[in-house]
């Protein structure tokens, strides 16, 4: 048999076997992956499948389903509007968080140190103002930004010692988590306000980076050793933050510092008028310094009367 008749021979028992051939459990393997492959690639020889069509657009509906599942569990947001029907496009607290601060409350209470640790508070505090007083002077957005990332620590830490603590011993604790966990985010919204305003610099977020470090260690310990010191020097700090917010209102009103509108958050968080300015929200800000400083020296009376926390009901809801 020549070449040529044996060529034609060996294709004709192909065309005959091969079907058999194919229908082995090996070649089916063999035929379904490679289907699936060129599904996957989509395009062979520069054309594409209609199956890869189908499939890529079933993907991309699986993604952007996965997408709104994962955001919220399976459950869809709720679209939160404002009284006017308006949307509501804050994350960082909802509408019925807001508040009226109540700008009566006297913004000159001065707790007079009496005692050993009260002096001590009292001295602490005043110390830690000098350097504080020359770095900034009279840049005062610089420096309320500054206080604020301070002042939004000890309310955290009492909030979770006292959390801990109520969970070591099986018992309530009279309100005052949920009162310093209050004062820790009243604290932290401050500091939203005026990053809507300024951006501080790097050395600026720098040096808050280390103060912020070693301050709550510190207030860590000494909440530990003796909380009703911890919250005296609280107490102080919150005056000192009264008088500051008081000094920024002065330069407000004659004109060393500019006068601005009041950033659209507090106008939220705190129902302010559409037409409030800057110094409508250094007004409410310092009610709130107020609060937090007589909430703090009226948990450490509490203590200093050798009561616990718990045994007197706080001060909460002004939030």
């Not at 009561?307 to 909460?316: C, F, G, H, T, V």
Request: charged share 20%; glycine share 6%; proline share 4%.
């Amino acid at each position: 048999m020549n070449t040529g008749a044996a060529t034609k021979m060996s294709g004709l028992l192909l065309r005959q076997l091969g079907q058999r051939v194919l229908l082995t459990s090996a070649c089916r393997g063999l035929v379904a992956e490679t289907s699936a492959n060129l599904r996957h690639a989509g395009t062979v020889g520069g054309v594409r499948y209609k199956s890869s069509l189908a499939t890529d657009a079933a993907n991309e509906e699986k993604a952007e389903n996965t997408k709104a599942i994962s955001s919220y569990w399976g459950i869809a947001p709720p679209k939160i509007t404002k009284e006017d029907g308006s949307a509501w496009k804050w994350n960082c607290f909802r509408p019925w968080e807001a508040y009226t601060a109540d700008v009566s409350i006297d913004v000159e209470k001065h707790h007079k140190p009496t005692n050993l640790m009260d002096k001590f508070a009292y001295w602490t505090v005043q110390t830690l103002k000098i350097p504080v007083g020359l770095f900034f002077q009279r840049r005062h957005m610089c420096h309320a930004m500054l206080l604020e990332t301070v002042a939004a620590v000890p309310g955290m830490v009492g909030g979770m010692l006292l959390h801990c603590k109520s969970l070591r011993r099986f018992e309530h604790s009279g309100g005052w988590i949920k009162a310093l966990l209050e004062e820790a985010e009243n604290e932290r919204m401050h500091l939203m306000t005026f990053c809507e305003i300024a951006d501080p610099a790097w050395y600026e977020r720098a040096l808050v980076f280390a103060v912020q470090g070693v301050f709550f260690n510190a207030y860590f310990l000494a909440y530990v050793v003796s909380p009703k010191l911890a919250h005296r020097i609280v107490g102080y700090l919150e005056e000192e933050a009264v008088i500051s917010y008081t000094e920024f209102l002065k330069d407000l009103d004659n004109g060393s510092f500019k006068n601005r509108p009041a950033p659209a958050i507090a106008i939220d968080y705190w129902r302010l008028p559409q037409d409030s300015t800057l110094r409508d929200v250094i007004v409410v800000i310092r009610a709130d310094e107020a609060h937090h400083r007589d909430l703090n020296h009226y948990a450490s009376d509490i203590q200093c009367q050798g009561l616990e926390l718990k045994e007197a009901p706080a001060p909460i809801g002004y939030h």
